[in-house]
C-alpha cells in the first residue's frame, strides 16, 4: 500500500475543467482501490500562479467534502506567476508521499491510469524512475521501446514518479527553466543516474490539444517565446555547442520577435553569469534530433 501525490500548476483555470480533472482521479483511485489496493492515501495540491485566485477558502473546503473520502484537495495561492518548475518544487517541497504525480491542470484520467502506470515500478527488470501516460487525443510522437516502454525522456503533462527520487534529483531546475523543456530536463538528470524513462501507454489520459488544419501544433506567442528560450538552454546546458551557435545564428537572423528575445535573453543571461552548470559533456544520455529531443515516430 502506497500514498500519493498529485499536483498541478494553476494559471487562470477554468473551474469547470479543473472539477471533470478531480472527477476521473476520483474514478481512477476508485479503481486502483478496488483491483490493486494500492493507494491508501491520496491528495491533490493546487499551486495557483494566477492574477487573482481561481478559489476561495469556502470552494476550497466544499471540494474537500465533495471528494474527501477518496482524497484531500490542498490550494496554494502563490500571489505571483512561478512558473511550472518553481510551481511545482513548491507544492513538493515537504512531500513525503511514496509516490508524486506531475501534471497539467486539464488532465483527465482513464479510470485504470493509476493501475497501468504503477506497474512497470514493480517490474524487477527495470529500474525505472518515471512513468509517462499515454496522452490522448494526439499521442506524443515520440519513439519508445514496445517491449519494455523505455523512451528519452518524460512528459509533465502527465508522469508518475517516487517522491524520494524527485528529491534526489533536486526536482525542475527552476533556475533555468520557466516552463517548457523542465520536463526533459529533469528526465536526462535521472537518466544520468541510471534510472529509465518507461512510456505506459495502457495508461491513457485525455489531454486537450488543438492541431492546424496542416496537422501542426497551434503555439500561442507565450508558448513560442518559452520554446524557443528552453531551446537555447537546453543545447548549452546539455553540451551541444555546436547547436546552440546554430540556433543563435538562426534566431539572431530571424525577424521573428519571439526568437530575437529569447537569444538577448539567453545573451544577458552568460554574460551575468546565469547559465547552469553543464551535463553531459559525453552526451550520454542528451539526445537532439531535427529539432526535438527523442527521435520521433511520426511527424506533427
Known sequence: MSTLQVQTVLYN???????????????????????TKEFTNARICYGDASPLRIFSDKEVEKLNQEYGQIFSVHYTYFNCNTGTSKG?????????????ILMNPDIIFSPRFLIEAIKPFNNDNLDVGIVEGRQVPIEHPKEYDVRTGETSWSSGACSVIKTELFHKVGGYDEKTFFMYCDDVDLSWRIRLIGKKIIYQPLAPVFHAKRLSSKGQ??????????????????????????????????FKSSKDENLIKAVNNFEMRKEKKLLPVQLDKEHKVSEFINGNYAEHRFAL
Open 13 to 35: 483555470n477554468s473551474k469547470d475543467t479543473l472539477i471533470m480533472s478531480l472527477d476521473s482521479l476520483k474514478k481512477s483511485l476508485e479503481v486502483s482501490c478496488f483491483y
Open 217 to 250: 501544433w497551434q503555439a500561442t506567442n507565450a508558448e513560442a517565446y518559452y520554446s524557443a528560450e528552453a531551446a537555447l538552454l537546453m543545447a548549452y546546458k546539455w553540451s551541444n555547442s555546436e547547436l546552440l551557435s546554430k540556433l543563435i545564428f538562426n
Open 88 to 100: 511545482h518544487n513548491l507544492l513538493a517541497k515537504n512531500c513525503d508521499t511514496d509516490y508524486l
